[in-house]
């Protein structure tokens, strides 16, 4: 009662109040304790409140191509939560990492090109819990890309259509960009005595940089200038032929012509020998899913010849699935771009099923791209045969929890079976 006695005085009611020389104090610190809470919730990327508050605020009060810059913007200033427990789970890497291309990545989630087109969120997305993120596509000059509007949601479908044309600040922006983050996480390493293991500058992660062609460029000389240009910058150089918005550009997926580019390029790379670490970037080719049976084995045979390292499959979709749409608007639907998210999974798992047929006896990489929106999809791409998965219009919608949230449900569903990521690439082949 003495000690109480210092702090609480009675009053007539006979109910004590704190005095006046330690209310503030109490308050103070209580104040401290909970804005502590509050921003430890708010930097956490596994906070609900992003999927279930900003993500849709974001949504009400921007159009698409608004939403994409605002969230671009968030994460070039580092105004983005982070995945605070990635180093938390050893058993995670155990069960989820993959060797790919020289590197054991933590875990087969991987970014898709497209959201971060100009590299300028790089570091703010591999803190989301990545463990591969690719940037672009990006073109030798700079262009403007499609009119707007070009960028479309389908919200009750998690979906959205894009005609953006490759809209691109240029090889040469980018390039200073990526001098800049270089040179800062370099001259880290070098302080401490040490190598850097990739251009992600973090264990086991990469950092791709998907090349495309300018709308008048040439169908070869502009990726050998995306290879000797940013290669340096790359871990991995993807070539991508398959964007449905820039005119002529899927043609390149014909056999004879694909070949020629691939082989070129491979060349050019050969050439290059390393990045700036020393290492050999692989080079990848980006597909279409609006393909038949022969075009898919047309271009795992052109792979083969060019001997490329691995293809991802697949990009957006000019198929319109009426019986996977939940949206009714038809005025929306028929836009003129490539659709993603929920609806082009079916599509691209079945391509992804069918270019295994045609790779399984090779040491190409396969990744799985294309409405990959839970541990489940990624789970059934793995049997498929991808070796990782990438995610893009999920990670718009649901935000930067996902990539987290992913690896929990993988991890969850992976031991229920007993086996490991790496144990399950290509389970389901006949």
């Given amino acids: 009662m003495v000690f109480f006695s210092r702090f609480f005085k009675p009053v007539q009611t006979g109910v004590p109040i704190l005095k006046s020389s330690i209310a503030p104090r109490l308050y103070l610190v209580g104040g401290l304790i909970g804005g502590s809470i509050g921003a430890y919730y708010m930097l956490d990327a596994r906070s609900a ?34 995945l605070l427990d990635e180093d938390l789970h050893p058993d995670y890497d155990q069960i989820l990492g993959v060797n790919v291309f020289g590197t054991k990545l933590r875990s087969p989630v991987g970014l898709a090109a497209g959201l971060d087109k100009d590299g300028e969120g790089i570091d703010s997305l591999f803190d989301c819990g990545f463990s591969y993120v690719e940037i672009g596509s990006i073109t030798p000059e700079p262009q403007p890309g499609n009119e707007k509007p070009r960028f479309f949601r389908l919200p009750k479908d998690d979906a959205v259509i894009n005609r953006y044309g490759f809209n691109s600040t240029g090889h040469f922006n980018v390039i200073s960009t990526l001098r800049l983050r270089f040179n800062k996480f370099f001259q ?9 293991c990739s251009m992600a500058f973090r264990p086991g992660k990469l950092l791709g940089i998907n090349l495309g062609k300018n709308k008048t460029g040439d169908e070869i000389t502009d990726y050998v200038k ?22 002529g550009l899927r043609d390149l997926q014909n056999e004879e012509k694909l070949t020629k580019l691939l082989t070129t390029v491979v060349q050019e790379r050969d050439t290059l020998k390393t990045n ?41 979709t000019i198929q319109r699935p009426t019986d996977k749409l939940i949206t009714t608007d038809q005025q929306l639907i028929q836009q003129t771009g490539g659709l993603s998210g929920k609806p082009l999974k079916p599509i691209s798992l079945q391509a992804l099923r069918t270019l295994r047929k045609y790779t399984k006896d090779s040491n190409l990489v396969l990744i799985g791209c294309g ?44 031991k229920k079976e007993g086996k490991t990521w790496s144990e399950i690439i290509g389970q389901d082949d006949p």
């Fill in 49 to 82: 409140v992003h999927e279930y508050v900003f993500c849709p605020l974001i949504r009400t009060f921007t159009d698409a191509e608004e939403g994409h810059r605002l969230g671009v913007n968030l994460l070039k200033y580092g105004l983005t939560p982070k």
């Fill in 188 to 196: 880290r390493f070098q302080s401490h005595d040490e190598t850097p």
């Fill in 226 to 247: 995306g290879v000797q240009r940013l290669g340096p910058y790359a871990d991995v150089l993807i070539i991508n032929v398959s964007s449905p918005n820039t005119p």
């Fill in 276 to 316: 700036m670490i020393g290492k050999k970037p692989p080079v990848l080719v980006k597909v279409a899913p609006d393909l038949t049976e022969p075009e898919i084995e047309s271009i795992a045979s052109s792979a083969k010849q060019a001997q490329i390292d691995g293809i991802i499959i697949s990009n957006t």
């Fill in 371 to 414: 409405g990959i929106s839970s541990g489940k999809d990624a789970l059934e791409f793995g049997k498929a045969g991808a070796t990782f998965v990438e995610l893009y219009t999920a990670f718009a919608y649901r935000g930067p929890g996902l990539p987290g949230k992913i690896r929990d449900e993988l991890v969850a569903e992976l």
